[in-house]
């Protein structure tokens, strides 16, 4: 299907003081200018679009989600926000009595501040009876399941990982999500992302990058994306397989990277995230790694041969020495300037050193964050307090430092850990819960547009200029506000996403 040529008329343009118009040839943007001087393109104009007040912005990239699973959790059992081990089996109980699910699946469950305990495999044997059960904790690095879902994966009582109360975590909890996927036929995964990428576009967003991984979704959900976009108009999607060595696949499936969910360690949350001092709400343990600095060097080396991204999934300090570590060794191999053409990637990188950061900066790797993970659990009484201290929480999620340092930014929801919402992020991004200082507006802005394409190494997209791409997103704030304010306030709401010049969510009216 052609995009058509459109002109956007009387919008708000961000840092313009009078309204301002875009025009769109095909999947171009042609012209921007004042409204003012937009009677020129408006005659050939096959749609002429007429929004005053409306805040015209790029339309925001979300640098690491899970389609499938957040596809799931839309449509399915969502535990997000539950107050306490009753409240989840209550809507738990809810949802068995209605869903035909050969096997249940919830998302979402933080048992932080619960007072009444945690879940257990028994809970769910109550409430299922013998219904297979998974429910996975808000961060996807654990989960809960019942005795029939314990019957039905091979060796999982014997696997690392396995807490014997029906909780998983590691490898059991990888042999569980294995599982899982041969459940699920290819139709119910198309459903699944499909309903996922309807929601991003909703949310105002022109791409996604999919982090996939062998025990977070098959290889072909791939080949079901691509079906998808070429059915219908949907963000693009960039995909990313978190598994070494798997070059031939990469080749064959066109994935941009051997990167995303390939992780050297695991979450704060579930407390496997790999420290260099135990957790203080659990000393006995500082978290896991499953990478180790070789290892990340030989990716990385690799993958740059074989001219694609490598990228990992990095959270704890010690993960993040590795990582680097890694990194250093894999500069002596092939030099500074190849390391950094590569524009290889890190996921998360929540508690990095000052130095750690600089050699990053020095070798281009993008750092692909999730502001809204500390919106959600910062802060002097948050779940990051609790499991680091508040010493070590302070010093977590640097992004100003990052900005500072010339560590190239790219903000992403991890969907479904947290929802799709990139004005929250935003948000987040520029007044961090530890008090200290964000990122400007501006920079925050740069970072969940143009940021991302750059984080897939795309460099014509995410800004207004002529002969960029034509991927917009129109925002409808309430009466006599500040268009910015109310954005960042999150009181605006999408009105129209535009990808490569064609909607793929649209709200407005058209006048020619």
Not at 122 to 150: F, I, K, P
Not at 384 to 410: D, E, K, S, T, W
């Amino acid at each position: 299907m052609t995009a058509p040529r459109a002109l956007y008329r009387a919008v708000t343009l961000v840092g313009a003081a009078h309204p301002g118009a875009l025009a769109v040839e095909g999947d171009r943007i042609a012209w921007v200018g004042a409204d003012a001087d937009a009677d020129a393109w408006a005659d050939g104009a096959t749609e002429v679009h007429h929004l005053p007040g409306v805040l015209l912005t790029p339309g925001f990239v979300d640098a690491h989600v899970h389609l499938g699973m957040t596809g799931q959790a839309l449509r399915g059992l969502d535990l997000s926000g539950a107050r306490s081990r009753v409240e989840v089996l209550e809507r738990f109980a809810a949802h068995v009595a209605t869903s035909t699910e050969t096997v249940v699946h919830g998302q979402g469950w933080d048992d932080t501040d619960w007072s009444d305990g945690t879940l257990t495999g028994a809970d769910l044997d109550r409430v299922a009876g013998e219904r297979a059960t998974y429910l996975a904790r808000v961060d996807g690095h654990s989960a809960v399941v019942s005795a029939a879902m314990v019957a039905q994966v091979s060796g999982l009582r014997d696997a690392d990982g396995w807490g014997g109360d029906g909780r998983v975590e590691r490898h059991a909890h990888h042999l569980v999500r294995r599982h899982l996927a041969t459940t699920t036929g290819p139709a119910h995964r198309e459903a699944m992302i499909g309903a996922a990428l309807r929601s991003a576009a909703a949310a105002g967003i022109v791409s996604v990058h999919e982090n996939a991984a062998p025990d977070i979704s098959p290889l072909d959900d791939v080949t079901l994306v691509r079906g998808l976009r070429e059915a219908e108009v949907l963000p693009e999607v960039v995909t990313y397989w978190g598994a070494r060595g798997a070059y031939d696949e990469a080749r064959a499936y066109g994935v941009a990277g051997l990167a995303g969910d390939l992780n050297l360690d695991g979450s704060l949350g579930s407390r496997t995230a790999a420290l260099h001092a135990p957790y203080d709400d659990n000393p006995s343990s500082s978290g896991h790694l499953y990478l180790d600095a070789d290892e990340v060097a030989e990716h990385v080396v690799g993958c740059t041969r074989a001219g694609l991204q490598a990228g990992f999934h990095v959270i704890g300090d010690r993960a993040s020495t590795v990582f680097v570590e890694g990194l250093r060794s894999a500069r002596d191999v092939l030099g500074t300037d190849t390391i950094r053409a590569a524009r290889h990637r890190v996921e998360h990188l929540e508690m990095p050193s000052g130095a750690e950061l600089e050699l990053m900066a020095q070798l281009g790797v993008t750092a692909s964050v999730q502001p809204s993970f500390d919106a959600a659990w910062g802060g002097r009484t948050g779940m990051y307090a609790a499991r680091v201290g508040r010493a070590r929480a302070q010093r977590m999620n640097p992004f100003a430092a990052m900005q500072a340092i010339g560590v190239p930014l790219a903000l992403g929801s991890d969907a479904p850990v947290t929802a799709f919402a990139p004005w929250g992020a935003i948000e987040a991004a520029m007044h961090p819960r530890n008090g200290g200082t964000g990122l400007t507006l501006a920079q925050a802005l740069h970072a969940h547009t143009a940021g991302g394409w750059h984080a897939a190494r795309v460099d014509d997209a995410g800004v207004h200029e002529a002969g960029a791409a034509a991927h917009l997103a129109f925002w409808e704030e309430p009466e006599d506000a500040d268009a910015i304010e109310a954005a960042v306030g999150g009181h605006a709401r999408c009105v129209r996403t535009v990808v490569g010049g064609r909607a793929a969510f649209d709200t407005t009216s058209t006048d020619a």
